[in-house]
């Protein structure tokens, strides 16, 4: 698949500085692309590559040199390789059908271009959109709602009454609307609460391997558009996940929690029940929130505080023995001091 | 389905005080609560809204001001609650039998009733109590036993010998009997040490979503009667959970631990290996306990220590660039003091 | 299955000392152990036991006491303890063939002795060893490579075009090859990269339930011969892990790392991504790792730091309180004496 340089500086909404007619068929790196391939310059470290790289072309931003070389000028020459890896990479979805093997019950809908594996169980009253692909061994229960363009990968399970957005991809092994984990003490045992509330995925959400989303109590765990989950989460009932955030690996989200829109989260950060916080804040990786954060906000440790003022004290963490150490002494030296000035009445 | 109050407080051990041929189909909260329905109030801070509530009922401690209302009186109004949503929102179960698509080894006993579903696959010489839901794609290896009233969601695995008791559910994608992690070291490499042992789980516990329980080396790993486990936990080869037990998601506990009864694990926590955690003790969210904690010990922090003294250290630890700062000057200023003294012979 | 004591010093690599034609049936403890049945003492603190345990030989170095008994000297009794273990209680493999409920995709290749059980289902072009054992409800995509001898227990899921090695097992619900995690953000939103690369597993390396190793960007996930890998884990995109490695469970590993040979991370571990991490260094538990570490180094804490020192510096930790208390003590003290000295210019 070849395309013009023009086409591609169309399809990447840049401009072509050089000779727009120039064909590229694939893309390489600035050190390893070949001719014919396109390369891109995200790092101004690599500036100088750009002279010399082998590639046809290179697309890049206004503020770079081009060396006179042929090139495509965008704002954001990341998102541009991401979205060029996507148009040389992505191959045409071929609709299977339901497969033999496939399980499903009464009931249920399922829209135009499926592909439904063998070993996937389809439980009744379940409604599929368009172009949908479900694994094998994945399990829908009753009443599950899928929107168009979904993924599903083996070994999924969504739980009854969930209902998952367009174009969502939701991988391997993963658990949508498991039991809430609520318990009323009686001071001894335990008595379950019924968890009878859902999850509601939004639209263009990917979420990882093997991560969990538990069903609300009584009303509605929601996943917002765009959000991106990485594999091992853990998302706890009721909480109220905001648009286009990034929760990274093994993170774990107490109940009833609210995420602003555009909240990032690192790997094993761990957030407390019923917290709030606030859009566009950055949780570091293992942080512990004990509390809410303000929107913005950028926070580390455990428990979490602001991340710059948290580097100082982690610097100084380690000087903690010399620390007490010199304390005792300067005590020590303190007393002497005193007991020369006024040696009847120092204190002790 | 709807009830006297009379009747109601009969099922939750209580009294009632008012009208007890009240009829009752559901249940609200003080805020959102309709005529013919029942609420209750846990929370001291909402007793006003008793008075204003618009349900025809409400359940509350004996302490409470009634307002003249018809009420349940108990001891535990959250525990009522939790009751009463059981009550009102289970659904009876229906016993499906094996489905087609299901298969079902050699020498397996299957009790009354059961609902085994497509995708569910059953080994030779299992053997299954009454009553028993078997979701899609579970595997349960050779030997396996479960009790009655089981539930096992779809994806669960169930390793070879392991043995459930009654009334346990088992969430999606849960493995129960995985090979415990232990090899010997040859200095080099690493040498398999087989676990042949097994995992006994006792009457009513509940597992979450993809946790792991591994089998023991030679013996059992146990999880005592009640205890309750959350998603994503991990439960090393050898250990001994005891009842009733509180294990928050994303838990880690090592080889050959014993938990006393009623311990409870928040979210994250790690446990070291061969540690012994004392009855009634609370382990604090992310905290690492590289020891043993005695019974009604409340700990917290990596390594793990007594909370309240930990909140304490925690308090203090923003304040650390600025201790050592006043240190260096407090012994700059000890050293001039000193000279002042005795010019000729002052401390370095 | 007997073997004389002299077999099995053959077996073991080591020597009799005594009678070599005595016959073993089995293995027990230096407690438990009876007559006909052999056992080890790795731990000198049991050496006493050696003269009185019921068994009819004992395993141990050649530096023990052997009070006259039939042993058997080796230079690991713990490793001898692991293969006579592995002698006694190892079971021969049955092949069951490729089994009704299996799905078999077009174009695939199956080794000798296979057993694949129902619910398994291997998509097309896959390519399969001798003598493995595919668990039900394991899922192959396309284009997938098995080596010889390996076992895929129940739920794992095997992503496009990845590769196994020889003698690998792989836990129940273990996932390998799904999409690393990784996009490019436009300011608001994140667009997907495509993630095309595979995941390589080298020879004898065993993965524990539930853990997900995600597939590179562009080119190769890799984890080295003999690594092993417990439950509930974390590896990312790119990772270079290397041979015979420890990874215990619910470790996280960030993007592009790499680990040099016989590395240990203990649970709960996480690195950040892009570090190396050098041959034979030790990571704690709960350790966060955000930077390169040396081989040989032992480090814990979060951030990570020797752990010697890290050790001395959690020891102080406590005492924080009273640190800054003292440190305001004597701040007062020291204004009081400098005003002594010199009353109209003390310091504030």
Redesign the interface.
Known sequence: MSKTLLELAVYLGGRVNGDPSVTIGGLGTLDNAVAGQITFLANPRYAAKVETTTASAIVLTAAAETFGRNVIIVD?P??A???L??FF??RPRIARGVMP?A?IGVGVTIGTEPSI???A?IADKVCIGDRVTI???V?L?DGVVLGDDVTL???V?I?EGCRIGNRV?I???A?IG??G?G????G???????Q?GIVVIGD?V?I???T?V?RAALETTRIGR?T?I???A?I?HNCQIG??C?I???V?I?GSVTLGR?VTLG??A?I?DHATIGENAMIS??S?VFGNVAAGAIVS???A?PHQ?RL??????????E??K??GK??K??KE??E??EPSSA?A
């Open positions: 954001n990341y998102l390789f991401a979205k890896l996507t990479t992505s093997g399980f594996y063998p070993g169980t694994h094998p061994n399990t229960y990968h083996a070994g399970s739980r991809t991988h391997n092994g658990v498991s039991d984990f318990y009323a003490p009686d001894q045992s335990w008595f379950k609460i019924p009878i263009d990917e990882g391997a093997n969990t538990d765009g991106k990485d594999n091992l853990q706890a648009e286009d990034i990274v690996a093994q774990g107490a555009h790997g094993q761990a407390v990786g293992q512990g440790g455990t428990p505080m003022a100082k004290c982690a610097a100084v963490y380690p000087y903690l023995p620390m007490r010199s304390l300067l005590a030296r303190m001091v005193e020369r000035l204190q």
